[in-house]
């Protein structure tokens, strides 16, 4: 059990029935009343988020989050199938899950797997992704403007403004964290 002015950032603890991150917190000593601690956090079941007022003498149970990178291998229309690189398991996970991370994780390559109670909640890609162009309107000799850019889509099927520059067959740099380009690879 953790008291409410021992949250930090970052921290994963039960609350109101789920599993919540805590995303922001402020401890406010107002000059009339008694203190509190602001919150905004985050349900990481259904990604959820809202702003919470705790007394700093509620306690709350801290949940561990365990966190494995694994290796995506295929999907066979309604399920997709991640592998432990250390014991070869495979996990077969819902689209729900695998939604976000979709765009920009393609097969045979890593991602991120979140677990609670051995069971999956949440696939992150990694931070920055390689990935070819599949398709783009070509660039025209001439088209130098400043910062001007042109849609792209890439092997998995996301779509993210790219310079004029850019042809099909070209490999793009992309962080995953904001979906944009990054560079040429």
């Known amino acids: 059990m953790i008291g409410a002015n021992e949250i930090k950032k970052g921290m994963t603890l039960e609350y109101d029935n789920g599993i919540y991150e805590v995303l922001d ?17 985050r349900n990481v079941m259904n990604g959820s988020s809202k702003d919470v007022t705790l007394n700093p003498n509620d306690k709350f149970n ?22 432990d690189p250390e014991t070869y398991e495979q996990i077969p996970m819902d689209y729900d899950i ?13 991602a991120i797997i979140k677990f609670y109670n051995g069971k999956a909640f949440s696939i992150e890609a990694p931070n920055f992704v390689e990935l070819e162009v599949t398709d783009t309107e070509p660039g025209f000799k001439g088209d130098t ?11 998995t099927g996301y779509t993210l403004n790219v310079p004029l520059f850019i042809e099909i067959g070209t490999v793009l740099k992309i962080d995953t964290r904001t979906g944009e380009y990054l560079s040429r690879v």
């Open 98 to 110: 695998f939604e976000e991370a979709s765009q920009f994780v393609k097969e045979n390559t890593n």
């Open 145 to 155: 403007a400043q910062g001007a850019t042109k849609p792209a889509t890439v092997e």
């Open 62 to 83: 801290q949940v561990i989050i365990e966190t494995k990178e694994m290796q995506y291998l295929y999907n066979d229309g309604t399920l997709y199938y991640f592998m």
């Open 25 to 41: 917190f402020q401890h406010v000593k107002p000059g009339k009343g008694p203190a509190f601690i602001r919150t905004k956090i």
